[in-house]
C-alpha cells in the first residue's frame, strides 16, 4: 500500500517571553548569512555551513550552535526565493533582507511536553521552560512526530509553531471515488450517483465581519486596529471551525460510501469563487477556498483516503455525459440539448469532477469536448 506522509502545522502561544537578546542576535547572524549567501551566489546548506559556521561559532560563542545551523538554513531558502522573485522582477531590493522577529528551531533547541502543556526552548546561557497558553491543539497531534518548529514574537506576545508529520498507509484508489465542489457558499460532494449539497454559511459570516470592519473604519479610534485584527481572527476562526466540520462530513460521507479517493478541484481557475462578491472577500476567499482543500486532504489522509486533483475547467458548463456546453434551464438547473440531461448545476459539478478523475486514471473514454487533463489522461 502507498505510504504518505502528513504534516500540519499547530500554532501555541506561550505564556511567558524569551529574551530579546535572542531575537537580535538570531537576526544579526542570519543577516551576516544572508548576505555572504548573496554575494558568493550560495544556495546549499551544506556549503553555507562549512563555509560560515565556525567564523561564526567564534563571534557568537553563548549563542546554542544549533541556531547557527538553523539561520543557514533560513538564509539559504531566503535567498533562494529572493533569486526567484528578482529573475521575475518582482524583487524591488537590491539584495535579500530578513527584518522578521521570527526564529527557527530544530529539535536541539526546543522540546514539547503535550502532557504537562509546556515546552523548554535553549537561549543564550542555558534554557527556559513556558507553559503554553492555547493553541490549535488537537488529540490526534499526540500520535504525530515533531518536527522543525518556528518562534515568532508578534504583537500580542510569543508563539510557537510546530510542523507534525505522521506516515500514514493509503488505500489502493482503485475503489470509488467522490468529488467535492467548492462553491462560495455550498459545497456539494458524492458519488455519481449520490450529490450531497450543503450550505455553508460563510457568507453570512463574512459579511457581518466585513461589516464590522468598516464601521470601525469609519470612525477612527485610538485601538482601531487592534480591534480590526482581533475581528479578523474571530472571523478566521469561525470560518476554520466551518471546515473543519464541513470536511468532517465529507469524510464521513467517503466512508459510508466505502470510497477510497476524494477528488477535488485544482486550484488554477478561481473565477467561479472569486466572481461573485470581489469586493467582500477578496483574498480571503483564495485562502479560504485553499484551507478548505488542505483540511480534507489531511483529514482524508489520516484516515488512508487518497487525494486527488483534477483540472476544473468547464465543469459547470458542460454536460457530464456527453461533453456538450450546457444551457440554464431555470434556477440553478442546466440542460444538455444534445443527450437531454437536466440536473442541477452543483450535482453536475461533483460529476464532472469525478469523470474527469476517471479519464485522468484511464478508467474511462474522453469524450469528445472535454479539455485537456494535466498530465494526460489514457483515454
Ligand atoms: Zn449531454
Known amino acids: 500500500m502507498p505510504l504518505e506522509t502528513v504534516k500540519l502545522t499547530a500554532s501555541f502561544k506561550l505564556n511567558g517571553s524569551i529574551p530579546e537578546s535572542l531575537f537580535s542576535t538570531y537576526r544579526e547572524v542570519l543577516s551576516r548569512l544572508l548576505d555572504y549567501a548573496w554575494a558568493k551566489g550560495v544556495t ?7 563555509e560560515k559556521y565556525h567564523e561564526l561559532r567564534a563571534k557568537y560563542p553563548s549563542l546554542p550552535s544549533h541556531y547557527i545551523y538553523t539561520a543557514c538554513q533560513m538564509a ?31 529539535d ?62 493509503l488505500m489502493e484508489s482503485k475503489g470509488r471515488a467522490i468529488a467535492v465542489d467548492i462553491n462560495e457558499n455550498n459545497i456539494a460532494f458524492g458519488s455519481m450517483e449520490h450529490v450531497r449539497n450543503t ?20 470612525k477612527p479610534r485610538l485601538n482601531e486596529k487592534h480591534l480590526i485584527s482581533k475581528y479578523k481572527g474571530r472571523e478566521r ?3 476554520e471551525d466551518i471546515y473543519h466540520k464541513l470536511a468532517n462530513h465529507i469524510i464521513d460521507e467517503a466512508k459510508e460510501l466505502k470510497a477510497s479517493t476524494i477528488v477535488l478541484e485544482e486550484l488554477t481557475n478561481m473565477r467561479k469563487r472569486t466572481r461573485r462578491s470581489k469586493e467582500l472577500n477578496g483574498r480571503l476567499n483564495r485562502w479560504g477556498f485553499r484551507k478548505l482543500q488542505n483540511i480534507i486532504e489531511y483529514k482524508a489522509k489520516l484516515v488512508g483516503l487518497n487525494v486527488k486533483y483534477v483540472n476544473a475547467k468547464g465543469t ?64
Open 316 to 379: 459547470s458548463t458542460l454536460c457530464p455525459i456527453c461533453g456538450e456546453k450546457l444551457s440554464p434551464n431555470g434556477y440553478r438547473r442546466l440542460r444538455c440539448s444534445r443527450c437531454g440531461l437536466e440536473e442541477d448545476r452543483d450535482i453536475i459539478a461533483v460529476r464532472n469532477l469525478l469523470r474527469r478523475y476517471q479519464i485522468d486514471v484511464g478508467s474511462s473514454p474522453v469524450h469528445p469536448k472535454s479539455p485537456p487533463m494535466k498530465g494526460g489522461g489514457k483515454g
Open 237 to 239: 476562526r469561525r470560518v
Open 108 to 169: 536541539h533547541l526546543f522540546s514539547l511536553d503535550l502532557k504537562d502543556w509546556e515546552t523548554s526552548i535553549a537561549v543564550q546561557g542555558g534554557r527556559v521552560k513556558l507553559k503554553l497558553l492555547h493553541g490549535t491543539y488537537h488529540e490526534k497531534f499526540k500520535e504525530m512526530k515533531i518536527g522543525q518548529a518556528w518562534l515568532v514574537k508578534s504583537e500580542d506576545g510569543f508563539y510557537l509553531k510546530v510542523v507534525f508529520s505522521k506516515t500514514v498507509e
Open 199 to 218: 450550505e455553508t454559511g460563510e457568507r453570512a459570516i463574512r459579511t457581518t465581519y466585513f461589516l464590522k470592519r468598516r464601521r470601525l473604519q469609519s
Open 44 to 50: 546549499s546548506f551544506k556549503r553555507l555551513k562549512t
Open 76 to 106: 539559504c531558502s531566503i535567498y533562494k526565493s529572493f533569486r526567484k522573485l528578482k529573475k521575475r522582477g518582482l524583487a524591488k531590493a537590491e539584495k535579500p533582507l530578513f527584518k522578521k522577529q521570527v526564529i527557527m528551531l530544530d
